[in-house]
C-alpha cells in the first residue's frame, strides 16, 4: 500500500461561487489509498459542492486537484468517472426493471465479438466476481426490483468495483438501511479499503462516520473548519466544529414557551411495515422535535397523521375530536397543515404563480358564490403573506415559484399554510436546502406562529435545530418511539444514541 | 392478510391467461369446431399481421412513447408496392416495405426525439399524412395484387404457413433485439427512468428514434404479410388498426407508461383478441356484439393489470422495521 | 441571417419592426388568432366567398358542435388524461335520444314531454359514459386512453346494435320539429346553437379561470401529489373532468342529431383528430396543467375555417387529410418550440 | 438558439404558405358549377361513377365542385352548406344515411339549388330532391335466388354463409335483406350457417370468411354484398380448397353483388354463379340528366328506378353489354 505521504486525492484551495455568492472558500483534504475520509458539515456547509466537483458536475474557480499524482480537472461526470471516480448517492442509480448483471453493465455491455449480442456468459462470470466481492447472494439474473434497499446499494457498489473504480464517494449510505444491513455496509467498505480504494464517506449520524473512517473533514459554510485523524476527536468536538458557534444565537429566543392545553395525540398508531404502537401528545403554543434517522418512519408519520397514508390501528385525537380515517381534506378541516419534505414534489406547484400557490390549500376563504374566486382578495392575501413571509418579491400574481430561490419557495410554501392559521402545523424538514439566512427567517416564523397559539411538529435531520427550537424531543426508530426528552438543555448524546436505535432501554425510561 | 393478497397477485399477474383460458373454454364448449389444430392455425395465421405490427409498437410502448401512424404507414407501404412494384419478385417488395416503413418511422423519431414534439400528436398528424399521401397515389381506389404476392399466402417454409413463419421470424428478432442486445435493454432502461438513463449516460434520444424506426418497419412487414392474405389494399386498409395493435401490447401487459412489458405478452395479447374474433365467428355469434365482447374484455384485463400494479405498489411499500407475519 | 417571410403574409399583418415584435406575437397567446386572420387573407384571392356573411355563418355553426365537444376535452387533458371516447359518446347519445322521442315508436312517441327527457336521457347517456370512464380512472387505476378506447370501441357498437330495436333502417328518424329547431331557431338573430355553446364556453371559461374547482383541474393536471397534500380531492377532479366532457359530448350530440334531424350511430365518428387536434393548436398541453378555453375557441376556428376554405375549393379527401395532419404537426412542433423559449426566458 | 429560433419561424412560415398554396385550384369564371359530394370512394363502384359523372359534366361544360365526406353525415352537410354559399347550379349527393340528409335537402331547396341523390335515396321526407335508385333488396333477392336454384337442382342441401356489410350502411342491411327473402323461400335446400360481419374491411372479411369455413367445412353456398370483397374471399376459398368453377363437385355457389369488372372475369370463368348489378351507366345518365332538367325548370319525379338485373350464368352473354364491369373489364383487356 502507498505511504502516508502521497495521498491518493489531493484536494487543493479549491473555490466556487455561485451568483457572486461564494460557496466553498479554499477548501482542501485529501484521502489515501485504503483509507476512509469522513466528510460532515452542516446542510450548506459545502459538502455536496465539493462532491460535485470532484465528480465533474461543476468545475471549480481556483484550485487543484490531483488523483494518483495527476492533475485532475473533470469536465464532465463521464471523464470523473473514467478517472475511476464512483459516486454511491442516497438516490441509488439503478433500473429496478434491469437485473442486477444488466444494471451493472447497461451502459457498456461486452459484446459476443462483432455480433451486437450480449456476451451473456462474460457478464454472469464478472458479475458474480464483484458480487461474492461485495458479499451479495443474489443471482446476477435477479431484478433488482425484488431487492431490499439494501441490497440494492450493495448493487451500486458492485457496480463501482466492477468499473474498476479507485476512489468511492459514499453520500448518506445509511439513511433508508436497517442495522443489520449498515452493520453489512461497513464490513464491505472495510474490504474495499484493504483492496486499496479510497473512500470519502459524507453522513450526518457521526458515529458512523467515526467508526467508518480514519479521518475526518469538516466543512462549514464552505469554509475548511478542520481536519484531524478520528482517534484525536470526539464527538462533542465534531458538533462544535459543525456547529461553530452557539446555539443559542442562530435559534431565535420565544417570548412564551410551551404549556397551553393538551390540543393534539396520538396513541397506540400502528401500520405493518411501518410505525408500531407510536403514542405521543402536543400542547398548545408547543414545539414538538421528532427525531430520528432518515428512514426511522418520522416522514411516514407525518403522512399517516395528515391521512397520505393509511394506517391499520390507533387514535388521533384533534382539540378533543377524534379524526377517524384522516384524509388530507378531513385533517386540514381538523386544523393540521402540513410541510412536506418534498418542497419541489408535493409542496409547490412549480410552474404556477405565487398567488396560485399560496390560495391553493385555502381557496374556499377565497371563494364567494358558486366557488368564484375572487381575484383582488387572492393578490391581496398574497402580498399580505409575501411581506408577512418577507419574500423576495412583491410580483406575487405574476412570478412563477420556480424562479425564486429555495428559501423564498419554502416561505411561499409556509404562508400557504399559515392562511389556515393551524391549530397543529406539521413541519418535515423546513430547512432543508435553504441556505442560512432563510433559515433563521424560518425560525422566526416557527415561533411567531407557537406564540400565537399553534402547535408544532417538528422533523429535522439537524438535531442541533431540534434542540433549538423544540420544547420537548421525541425519538423515533425502525417505527418506534424511543426516547422522549422534555428538559432543556437537552442531552444530545442521548438523543443521537436514542435516534441511532443504540441505547433504547436507557433512553425509553 | 399478506399471503392472501399474495395469492390474489399470483391470480392477477396471470389474468390474461387465466381470461384466455375460459374464453378457449366457452368457444369450446359451444362449437367443438373450435377447439381444432386447423382452428389454431387459422387463429395465428390472423393474428400475424397484428402481431407484427403490436411487436413494433411494444418498442415505442417500452420508451414511453406512443405510434399512432402504423396503420398509415401499412397503407401507404402497400399502395406504393402495389402501384409502383407489381412485377417485382416478391422478395424485393418486402425490402422495399421495410425500407419505406423504418424511413417514415425514421421521421417521426426525428420529430418526437429532436423537436421534442409529443409522440401522440406527432403520430396522429403523420397518421392523417400519410393517409392522404397513400390516397393521393391510389386515387383512393381498391389496388389489387397479382400471384407473386397471392401464393405466398398459401406457401409453406419447412411445413409452417408463410404467414406463420413470417411472424416467428420478427417475434424471434424482436426477442433477440430487446433481450440479447445491448440496445434492446437499454429501451427498458430508458422506459424504465429515463432520468437514471440520462445519468449514466445512454443515449436516450437516439434509443427513442430507433424504437419508431423499428415500429415503422414492424408496420411494414405487418402490411406486407396482411397484404399476402386479402390480396388487395383500399382506402380502408389499416384503419383503426393502430388501436388493435395498442390493445394487444397492453393486453399482453406492456405498460403505456413504458419499461415494462415483453414481445411474447404482445404476441399473445394479438393472439387472445383473434381467438375471441375467430370464436365468435365461429359460433356464428350476432354480428352486432363483436365490438362489445372486443371491448369488454380489453378493458376487463386492463382493469386487472390496474389492480395488479396497486396490489404491487401496497406490497412493495417501503417497509421500515420487519413486518409480523399475522 | 435575414428572415423572408412569404410575401403576402410579411405585407399584410407583420409590423415591420422585425424579429422582435414577431416573436412577441408567437408568443402572446393570440398566435392562432392571428395565423387564423393571416389565413383568411391568404387564401382570399382564391374564394372570395370567404368573406362573405354567408360563409361566416356557416363557420359559426360549423364550429359549434366541434367547439363543445373540444371546451371537454380540454378540461380532460388540463387534468393529464385523454378522452378518447367522444366520439362513441356521441353516437350513443344521439340514438338513445332519438329513440325516446322519435315520432315512430318512440318511448315517449308524440307525448309533450318527450323533447326534455330526451334532452335529460342524453345528457345522462353522456355522463354516464364519463362516470364509467372516470370511475375506471380513479379507482381501477387504469390509464385514461385505454380506457377510453375500450369505452369507445363498446359504445360506438352498442350504438348500432341500439339502433336495430328501434328503427327497420340504420339510423332513428322522425324527430319532433320542435326538437330539430335547436338547430335551424334563433333567438333575436343569434342561432340557439351559438346561444347554448357560447354560454358552455362562458361558464366553462369561467369555472376552469375562476372558481376554486378550476384550481383543482390545474392543480391536479400539473401535479397530482402536490394536488393531494393541499388538500384537493385528487380522484373526484379527475372524475369531474371525464364528467364534464361527456356531458360536453352529448351536447354536441343534441346539436348533431337536431341538425340532422336524425339519431345516427356514426354521428361525429371521424371528429376525433379534429377534436385533439384543435385543443391542441390552442396550446393546452396533453401532459396536463396547461390549457385554456378560450385557447380551444382559437383552435376550432382556425380548423374549422382551414375546413371550410377547403370545402369552398372542393379540395379532395386526401389534400384535406394531407393539409390538416401537417398544420397539425405544425402547430404542435411550434407549441413546443413556444414553450421552450418561455422556459428560456 | 437564437438562430434556431428564428430559423424555426421562418420555416413554419414558409410551410404554412406552401400549404395554402396547396389547396389553390384554378376557377375559371362564368362557368356553370355543380357540386359532386360522395360519401366514399371504398369500391370501384363509386370511383367509375364519380369518373363519369365528372367527365360527362365537363364535357358539357359545367365546372365541378368535388368533396367526399368520409361517411359523416355532418360534414356532407357542412358540405352542402359550402357548396350554396358558392352558389353552385346543382348538387349530386351519395349520402351515408337516408334520415340524416334530409336537411341538407331542406337547404338546398332553400336556396333554390337542385339536388339528385346518386344510387341511394333519402328517406321520405316533404323536402324535394330527385332520387336515382337501384333496389339493393331486389337485385340481391334476385341474384341470390337464382343460386338458390341453382342449389335446389343439385338435389343437395347447402350450407350457406354471407359476409354483411358495414351494420351502419343501409345498403349493406338492404342486401343482407334481400339474401334473406331468398333463402327463405328455400328453406329445404338452404341453411345459413354464418353471418360474416365484415364491417367493410377487407382484413375483417378474410378473417371472418376464414373462420366460418373453419366452423362449416362444408359451406357450399356464399353471398357477398359487395364484389369488392373478391381478392379476399378468393383467398381464403383458395386455402380451404373450395376454389372451383361451376361443374366441379366442390364448386362453392358463389353470388356477388354490384357488377365489378373482378365479378365479370369470375363469371367468365364460372367461378361465380350470379352477381346482382347495379346499371351504373344508365343511373349516372339520370341523375345529369335529372340535374339538367331541373335546372330548366322541367318536372322530374321524386324517385328514378334503375331496376338494375341479375346476371346468371344463363343471361350472361345476352346481358353483360349491360355490366358497367363487363365495359370496363373490356377496356382493360381488349381483343
Known sequence: MTGASTPFLRVEGVRKSFFGVTVLHDVSFAVEAGKALGLVG????????????????????????????????????????AAGVAFIHQELNLFHNLTVEENLFVDAFPRRGVLPLIDRRAIRASTEEVLAEVDLQVKPSTLVAKLSQGERQLVEIAKAVSRNARLIIFDEPTTSLTRPEVERLFAIIERLKQRGIAIIYISHALEDVISVCETIT????????????????????????????????????????????????????????VAENVSFDIRQGEIVGLSGLMGSGRSELARMIFGLDPFRRGVITINGKPLNDPTPRSAMDAGIAFLTEDRRGEGLLMDFTVSENTVLASLRSVAGALGILDKRAISRVSLDMASAMRLSTDRVDDTQVKHLSGGNQQKVVIGKWLRRQPVLFILDEPTRGIDVGAKQEVYRIINGLVERGSAVLLISSEIEELMGLSDRILALSRGEMVGSFDSKPFDREAIMAAAAGVGKLEAAE | MKIGSRALLLILQNAPYILFVVLLVVFGLMSDRFFAIANFRNIIIQAAPIAILAIGMTFVLLTAQIDLSVGGIMYLTATVLALYMT??????????????????????????????????????????????????????????????????????????????????????????????????????????????????GLPVARIVFFCFVIAGICAGVGGFVSITQIGAVGPKYGDQIEFSAIAAAVLGGVSLFGGRGSVAGTVFGAILIKSVQNGLNIINADPYIYPLVTAAIIFLAVAIDGLRTRIIERLERRTIRPVSVE | MTAVPPAHIAQSAIPRSGM??????????????????????????????????????????????????????????????????????????AVVGASVMTGTGGYLSGSAAAVPIAILVMLLVGVGIGFINGMSIVWLNMPSFIVTLATRMFFAGAAIWFVTFHSTSSSIADLPRSFSNFSTGSFSGIPYTVLVVGMIAVVAHVFLSRTRYGRWIYAVGANPKAARVSGIPVERTIMMAFLISGACASVAAMIYAARMQTGSPIAGENILLD???????????????????????????????????MKLLGASLFAIYIIKGSVILLAAMMDTLRNRILAER | MALNRRDFTVGALTGLAALSGMTVAVRAQGSKTIAVLFDGLYSEFWVAGIQIIREDLKKRGFEIMEAISDQDDNKQFEQVRAAIARKVDGIIIVQTDSNAVIPAIRAANEAD???????????????????????????????????????????????????????????????????????????????VVAKIPTEWNADTAFAGLTNALQANPDISFLFTSSDFLIPQIQQALKTADKWHPVGNENHVIFTGFDGFPDAYALMKDGYMDACGVQNLFYETELAIQAILDLQEGKKVDKLLLDPGFAITQQNIEEKKEEMWGYVLWKEKNPG
Open chain 1, 42 to 81: 452542516e446542510n450548506g456547509s459545502g459538502k455536496s459542492t465539493s462532491m460535485n466537483i470532484l465528480g465533474g458536475v461543476i468545475q471549480p474557480e481556483a484550485g487543484s486537484m490531483f488523483l494518483g499524482g495527476e492533475a485532475y480537472a473533470p469536465a464532465d461526470p463521464k471523464q470523473a468517472a
Open chain 3, 20 to 93: 422582435g415584435r414577431l416573436l412577441k406575437l408567437v408568443l402572446s397567446e393570440y398566435f392562432i388568432l392571428v395565423l387564423c386572420l393571416l389565413y383568411v387573407a391568404g387564401i382570399y384571392p382564391f374564394v372570395p366567398e370567404i368573406l362573405t356573411w354567408g360563409v361566416w355563418s356557416n363557420i359559426l355553426g360549423d364550429m359549434m358542435p366541434l367547439l363543445v365537444v373540444a371546451i371537454g376535452q380540454t378540461f380532460v387533458l388540463i387534468v393529464a388524461g385523454i378522452d378518447l371516447s367522444i366520439t362513441a359518446i356521441i353516437s350513443m347519445a
Open chain 4, 113 to 191: 339549388i337542385p339536388m339528385v341523390h346518386f344510387n341511394r335515396p333519402p328517406a321520405p321526407s316533404d323536402a324535394f330532391s330527385v332520387a336515382i335508385q337501384a333496389d339493393n333488396q331486389k337485385i340481391s333477392r334476385d341474384a341470390v335466388t337464382y343460386s338458390c336454384e341453382v342449389a335446389k337442382a343439385s338435389g343437395k342441401k347447402h350450407k350457406a354463409a354471407i359476409l354483411i356489410g358495414d351494420l351502419g350502411d343501409p345498403n349493406a342491411i338492404q342486401r343482407r335483406d334481400g339474401f334473406q327473402e331468398a333463402v327463405d323461400q328455400y328453406p329445404d335446400v338452404i341453411e
Open chain 1, 218 to 273: 469538516v466543512l462549514r459554510d464552505g469554509h475548511l473548519a478542520g481536519t484531524a485523524p478520528k482517534d484525536d476527536l470526539t464527538l462533542q468536538q465534531i458538533i462544535a466544529m459543525m456547529v461553530g458557534r452557539s446555539i443559542d444565537t442562530i435559534y431565535p429566543q420565544r417570548l412564551r414557551s410551551g404549556g397551553g392545553d393538551r390540543i393534539f395525540s396520538v396513541s397506540g398508531l400502528s401500520q405493518p411495515g
Open chain 3, 275 to 309: 377534436v385533439i387536434g384543435a385543443v391542441v393548436i390552442g396550446g393546452t398541453s396533453l401532459f396536463g396543467g396547461k390549457g385554456k378555453i378560450i385557447w380551444t375557441v382559437f383552435g376550432v376556428l382556425f380548423l374549422v375555417i382551414l375546413d371550410t376554405s
Open chain 2, 87 to 200: 412485377g417485382a419478385p416478391w422478395p424485393v417488395g418486402l425490402a422495399a416495405v421495410i425500407f419505406m416503413g423504418g424511413f417514415i418511422g425514421a421521421l417521426n423519431g426525428v420529430v418526437v426525439t429532436r423537436l421534442g414534439v409529443a409522440s401522440f400528436i406527432v403520430t396522429l398528424a403523420t397518421l392523417f399524412i400519410l393517409r392522404g399521401i397513400a390516397m393521393y397515389l391510389s386515387n383512393t381506389r381498391t389496388l389489387m395484387f397479382g400471384d407473386e404476392i397471392l401464393t405466398l399466402n398459401r406457401a409453406t417454409v419447412l411445413g409452417i404457413p408463410s404467414a406463420i413463419f413470417a411472424f416467428l421470424v420478427v417475434f424471434a428478432v424482436a426477442w433477440v433485439i430487446l433481450h440479447q442486445t445491448p440496445f434492446g435493454r437499454q429501451v427498458y432502461a430508458v422506459g424504465g427512468d429515463p432520468e437514471a438513463a440520462r445519468k449514466a
